[in-house]
């Protein structure tokens, strides 16, 4: 499954590619979005089934939680979830930014860039 | 115009007082205009400038008109008609610019006419693209449109128009689900929501993204929309020189807009009933900016000769620490194009910031030294450097663990080594970059201007949404939705209109300086290339983030010399009045947005949010008002206050 990654093109169209001073800012996984969309779909409608209503309000607390211990969870960040779906176990977020929360300190940031804030 | 209010002075700086219904979301009224100390009766915000410029109302009265222009269906159509070596143009619609705003209206007016896009560069090059963070909306169901406004008006340091925040936060969440519906992918939660982040500002989570490329996948799902649709036609590399105006009566009316083909150095004159402004930012006026090299205020500049209020201009958004590539080992050959931000989580982390001393500054500032709220940050290394007159400060992670610096800012460590320094050991040499406007030219609520027919949305724009600071996040969001806004008045306005095909000789053609031959043309693109860097210089030297009103009159004073300068040595070289070239017209309008940001400046007698003077270093709630400038009626004697054509009087 970890395998079906292809060059998705509706992502990261390289004629839309920012100037190369920013190409170091997206990363280049990529996602098969067919793929991904009859993984994900499957995935989702199984989820929804399950989902509690105290979902959210725990991922907010994880997230905080997850904020004030983040020196300590370096190694575990970047693991990648291996059943096909892009997912962050951190940020429980599916297709988006590896790693810690972007948004932990306030601002937008990916491995030290900020882009907003 | 009405002449009426001129009173002799260009520049009019006036006050509106709002009565802010507090907690009743009433219209917003302004309870009395001072002008000149003169007091006039109540009007609502939202048609109140126009009606203050026209004082009696006037319907559009229309001109001679010579045949009803109907909506041509085909793409890429144009009625055009070549004269020497300029061609003309007919739409109903025409958009300057190519970012969200301008391509998300016209996939709207396209249902109801012909559409040109007209682009300075590429059709993606805009600060949309260079948006990576997200969209904030209310899409969660423990969120609501009172706390998004909320924090909107904290964040606006309450200079917000009440109105215009509600109507924002309100129509976000529909504007969202139409870009999904559009195609725009953003990135969902297991739960199969979309997934919401936080960021600095906002009580709730709703920062709706697309991994960390959400302006390049907003526009690029929007690009696709226009390339299929077949009533727009897009005008990649044509720069907008001048908008197209009549005055008739008492209104100024727009009719379209002047361009220069750049790969073809060719002028093409758009005549279209109804034009809308998107032209975003102009972060060029400084030497720092995380903007695209297209953003050099073109539209600001345009509307303001053309006769469009301009509002807010002195709310310059900074970010305190890009990386300043003065303090660089190897230097890059080539100029960054836009800043680097060094994001506040290596502050979080415990990153120091030194002056080139190597001392210690923040706790001089704030007890919470470097991890004060950002605004406080900026404004201490912006005073350091000012007062040492040094090019950066240093801030320094070397003191963590190596790996952990490595694991956590890759990017940063990248970017450095490349220059020859390695952040483990070496501090980065970090120094303020300008982000965004909050300023523009001042827009009601349907994105109507004081200028008939000219309609605005995105960054250009001064919506009242963002007042003093913007929110992040938020700016996306009031491109979507003014966009949107602007459509159903167009339309209105478009089906009003005729248009007299003759039109197109009203107004003398720019002209393209083929006559001034290379060498002449060599030494003015090299002048121009250093007039920029001096005025990007002034205005980061004198209207930085620590403002004074002895610091801001300086900057006036030269400026205006500068200026005068540049145009006498073009002048000198043979260079006409409607003459236009990309690097010219490009720093015509740079000077046109310094000056209406120090002009701003020097009129707001009070700190409120990203204007900050030690002159008036408080918060003054008498000056909870925007700082307005009215069309200058008089002494337009430099190139960049004047259109290039003349204008036309019925």
Not at chain 2, 341 to 361: C, H, K, M, P, S
């Amino acid at each position: 499954m970890a395998a079906a990654r292809r060059i998705n093109l509706n992502r990261l169209f390289s004629s839309l590619a920012p100037p190369s001073s920013s190409n170091a800012v997206s990363k280049t996984w990529v996602i098969d979005t067919a793929a991904v969309r009859s993984e994900y779909t499957d995935r989702i409608v199984k989820l929804a089934t399950q989902q509690s209503p105290q979902e959210n309000q725990d991922q907010e607390t994880v997230k905080k939680q997850e904020k004030e211990e983040i020196t300590h969870q370096d190694s575990q960040n970047e693991e990648e979830d291996d059943d096909g779906l892009d997912l962050n176990k951190e940020t429980g977020e599916i297709g988006g930014p590896k790693g810690p929360e972007p948004t932990r300190f306030g601002d937008w940031e990916r491995n030290g860039r900020c882009s907003d804030f | 115009m009405t002449t009426s209010i001129a009173g002799g002075s260009s520049n009019l700086h006036y006050r509106l007082s709002f009565c802010q219904a507090k907690g009743c979301g009433q219209t917003s009224r302004i309870s009395s205009l001072t002008f000149n100390g003169c007091l006039r009766d109540d009007i609502s915000w939202s048609d109140g400038l126009s009606k203050l410029l026209k004082f009696q109302r006037h319907k559009f009265s229309r001109s001679t008109i010579i045949k009803t222009w109907k909506p041509l269906g085909t793409r890429k159509v144009s009625v055009s008609s070549c004269l020497r070596e300029s061609t003309v143009k007919y739409f109903d619609f025409a958009v300057i610019g190519s970012g969200v705003a301008g391509l998300r209206y016209a996939l709207e007016v396209a249902k109801y006419g012909t559409v040109a896009i007209i682009t300075k560069a590429e059709p993606h090059e805009s600060n949309t693209n260079y948006a990576q963070g997200g969209v904030s909306a209310v899409l969660s169901p423990s969120d609501s449109v009172e706390s998004h406004m909320q924090d909107t008006m904290v964040a606006g340091a309450y200079l917000c128009d009440e109105e215009t925040v509600r109507v924002v936060c309100t129509e976000g969440p529909d504007r969202i689900r139409e870009l999904i519906a559009m195609g725009a992918m953003f990135d969902h939660g297991e739960d199969g929501n979309l997934h919401l982040a936080r960021e600095g500002g906002h009580s709730h989570h709703r920062i709706v993204h697309a991994a960390d490329m959400t302006g390049r996948e907003i526009e690029r799902a929007l690009l696709e929309a226009v390339v299929n649709d077949p009533n727009i036609s897009v005008f990649e590399h044509h720069f907008a020189i001048d908008l197209l105006t009549s005055q008739d009566g008492p209104d100024m009316v727009c009719h379209g807009v002047d361009t220069l083909n750049t790969e073809t150095q060719q002028v093409v004159r758009f005549i279209s009933k109804v034009t809308l402004l998107a032209s975003g930012g102009a972060g060029h006026i400084y030497p720092s900016t995380t903007n695209p090299q297209v953003a050099t205020g073109d539209g600001m500049a345009m509307a303001h000769r053309a006769q469009a209020v301009i509002s807010n201009m002195e709310f310059v958004q900074f970010h305190p620490t890009a990386l300043a590539d003065e303090g660089l080992p190897i230097k890059p050959i080539i100029a960054r194009e836009n800043a680097f931000l060094i994001t506040e989580a290596v502050r979080g982390d415990g990153g120091i910031l030194y002056n080139l001393d190597w001392e210690r500054f923040m706790p001089l500032y704030d007890e919470r030294a470097e991890l004060a709220p950002r605004d406080v940050v900026a404004r201490s290394i912006d005073d350091q450097l000012k007062k040492r007159c040094e090019k950066y400060v240093l801030l320094d992670i070397s003191h963590k663990p190596r790996e952990k610096i490595l694991s956590h800012f890759p990017n940063i460590a990248a970017e450095c080594l490349h220059y020859g320094l390695d952040i483990t050991r070496q501090p980065i040499p970090v120094v303020p970059a300008a982000h965004y406007m909050c300023g523009g030219v001042r827009a009601g609520l349907q994105g109507e201007t004081n200028v008939q027919g000219l309609y605005v949305a995105g960054e250009v724009a001064c919506t009242g949404l963002h007042g003093a600071n913007r929110l992040a996040s938020n700016s996306l969001l009031e491109a979507l939705v003014f966009a949107r806004r602007a459509v159903q008045p167009s339309i209105d306005h478009m089906k009003s209109s005729s248009l007299d095909l003759s039109a197109s000789n009203w107004w003398a053609r720019p002209v393209v300086p083929h006559s001034l031959g290379s060498n002449v043309m060599d030494d003015v693109l090299r002048k121009t290339r250093e007039v920029r860097k001096e005025l990007q210089a002034i205005m980061w030297k004198y209207v930085g983030i620590v403002r004074s009103t002895t610091r801001l009159e300086t900057a006036e004073v030269e400026i205006n010399e500068l200026e005068a300068q540049w145009e006498k040595c073009l002048f000198e070289k043979g260079w006409e009045q409607t003459m236009v070239g990309l690097e010219a017209c490009e720093m015509r309008n740079l000077f046109c947005c310094a000056k209406l940001v120090v002009s701003s400046a020097l009129a707001r007698h009070e700190s409120r949010g990203l204007h900050y003077t030690i002159d008036f270093p408080h918060l003054e709630e008498s000056k909870r008002l925007p700082t307005v400038i009215l069309p200058s009626l008089v002494n337009n004697n430099t190139w960049s206050s004047r259109q290039l054509h003349k204008q036309v009087i019925f």
